[in-house]
């Protein structure tokens, strides 16, 4: 399955650098002017997981194939894009299209760099979200007065769009209106821009003591840092790293975000042909992730055979595992776990 982020914020507050820094390449644009980036960059960035390259190693795999997610980097958003101001519609457009939403907001001084609309972060994400909530609304109101809501037997559809009608005239997003399965199911073709999960980045100075403090709901990232980061080599990318005091790359934990936000996880297959990571949701069946690997493997499925990633390493191969009794056969109720070394077996 695709993971697609998207890199929104107000211009000139570190998105491009940022997603150059993911690609490990100057693949967008950066200027110091707005509406530097007007269409959308797109790039997919592989998932960190070490444990592939072990997997690698016991099955003497010809490759690995990590997970990926693919970021796009969307125009710049100023006050009035909702009613056409800068790229307006255009940018609103191409965030419809991403799974979820990653808000960049510029917490750094750099006289050189342009503030085009940053006043601080607060300001800046208010900005983005009232833009966003007044493109819902202009959805709303046209699904209100369309044929098909007020059509014999839509009442709950036209119930729920009242009340999300309310609730963005209120500030409210549409995901804070949205409260049971049966809600999102009727909201689903409405691709309402405030129902989508968001991340949270405060782009910060490289100098900035909070990068080496936890992270919380908020991810702390130095654009610069991870530019800087992203042309290094691996040795040396981690010296600089205990220079500066940070465990892991900004990047890194900005990819395990998405991951998390939108409910992910990773199960791994690993053969002398390769070791890959492939994604699923959290809960799902051994039947739908087979489906990920091919869609007919779902309706074909006659169980999974399964191993902990940890006790897979330890006995050091499939026939190891199943010698010591830590290989198990699952059927189509089993719920797969992140890390799962596994292997579908699939009728014909």
Not at 183 to 196: C, G, H, S, V
Not at 241 to 248: C, S
Not at 316 to 342: L, N, Q
């Amino acid at each position: 399955m695709s993971l697609k982020v998207g890199i929104v914020g107000l211009p000139n507050v570190g998105k491009s650098t940022l997603f150059n820094a993911l690609l490990k390449r100057q693949q967008a644009l950066v200027a110091n002017y707005p509406f530097a980036t007007i269409e959308p960059n797109v790039g997919v960035v592989e998932v960190p997981d070490e444990r592939l390259s072990t997997l690698a190693k016991i099955s003497n795999s010809g490759k690995i194939v990590p997970a990926t997610v693919e970021f796009v980097d969307i125009a710049g958003l100023v006050a009035g894009a909702a009613t056409g101001a800068g790229l307006g519609n255009k940018f609103l457009t191409h965030i419809r299209e991403v799974d979820v939403i990653l808000q960049v907001m510029r917490d750094f001084s750099d006289s050189e760099i342009v503030k085009e609309g940053s006043v601080d972060p607060e300001t800046d994400y208010a900005v983005i979200e009232t833009e966003l909530i007044l493109k819902d609304l202009e959805t709303i109101t046209k699904s209100l007065e369309s044929k098909d809501t007020k059509a014999k037997g839509n009442e709950k559809k036209k119930a729920l769009i009242e009340r999300l009608f309310a609730g963005l005239n209120e500030g409210k997003l549409a995901r804070a209106v949205l409260h049971t399965e049966e809600d999102w199911e009727l909201a689903r073709d409405l691709f309402l821009l405030t129902a989508k999960k968001e991340i949270k980045v405060l782009n910060v100075a490289e100098d900035d003591v909070r990068l080496r403090e936890p992270m919380g709901e908020t991810l702390l990232i130095s654009a610069k840092v991870e530019s800087e980061l992203s042309s290094l080599d691996e040795a040396d990318s981690k010296e600089y790293m205990a220079e500066l005091g940070i465990k892991e790359s900004g990047l890194d934990m900005l990819i395990k975000k998405a991951y998390d936000t939108l409910g992910l996880i990773s199960f791994l297959t690993t053969g002398e042909m390769e070791s890959r990571a492939w994604t699923t949701t959290k809960g799902a069946k051994a039947p739908q992730a087979a489906a990920v690997i091919h869609t007919d493997f779902e309706k074909k499925f006659i169980k999974a055979k399964v191993c902990d990633y940890a006790k897979f390493v330890e006995a050091g191969g499939w026939k190891e595992s199943s010698d010591k009794g830590w290989v198990r056969f699952e059927g189509k109720e089993y719920e797969m776990k992140d890390g799962d070394v596994v292997e579908f077996m699939i009728g014909s």
